[in-house]
């Protein structure tokens, strides 16, 4: 995934940081202008099956704040935006690809691919390289992780069902768990 030089910089800071707190960083990015431009950090429970609250998005932000203060890697004002991912999360890591296989995807490239930047498909196979997305016309396309500009899951009925399926999953565990 392309990132600039600032928003690497930015997730050597705040890596550490998450991973103390039980999550993980999924995407950096820094949006808006030149004053008072928002940070948005976007970050997940380590455990495959967490769920993360609007009070662990505030708890990551207090945490990110003091740190990003002292290391100063912004030199304006900026905002600092904490969030999940959600059901149609970005695609950032090859973990995520593979996390995705079966489902649809929207892909921008850059460099474009035979002339073409936008694709959508349903992700094939993926592993630490590279992904097979099968596009809408019925064509497999190997793609390089290095050439994906973005990559976002489209919310779909199927995407839907297994979120429900997973959080029903979850619940049946923790019940489980109490009980015991």
């Known amino acids: 995934m392309k990132t600039t030089p600032l928003e690497k910089r930015i997730a ?5 940081v998450l991973e103390d707190m039980g999550f993980e960083l999924v995407r950096v990015r820094l949006i808006g202008g030149m004053h008072n431009p928002t940070l948005q950090i976007m970050a997940e429970p380590q455990a495959e ?6 009070e662990d ?3 990551i932000s207090h945490a990110l704040s003091a740190v990003l203060d002292v ?9 600092l935006e904490v969030s999940s991912p959600g059901l149609d999360r970005p695609l950032t890591r090859p973990k995520d690809f593979l996390r995705s296989t079966g489902l649809e995807a929207r892909i921008e490239l ?11 498909g349903r992700i094939m196979a ?5 992904f097979t997305l099968e596009t809408e016309e019925g064509e497999n396309l190997e793609i390089d992780f290095a050439a994906v500009s973005r990559a976002k899951l489209v919310l779909t009925d199927e ?3 297994m979120a429900k399926q997973q959080q029903e ?7 489980q768990d109490e009980t015991q």
């Open 12 to 16: 050597r800071i705040v890596e550490p």
């Open 49 to 54: 099956d967490g769920i993360m609250g609007v």
């Open 57 to 59: 998005c505030a708890d």
């Open 71 to 79: 290391e100063d890697p912004i030199e304006n004002r900026y905002t």
């Open 110 to 120: 850059d460099p474009p691919f035979e002339g073409r930047r936008r694709f959508k």
């Open 126 to 130: 993926a592993n630490d390289k590279e």
């Open 159 to 161: 995407l839907l069902a």
């Open 169 to 175: 999953a979850a619940q049946t565990e923790k019940q």
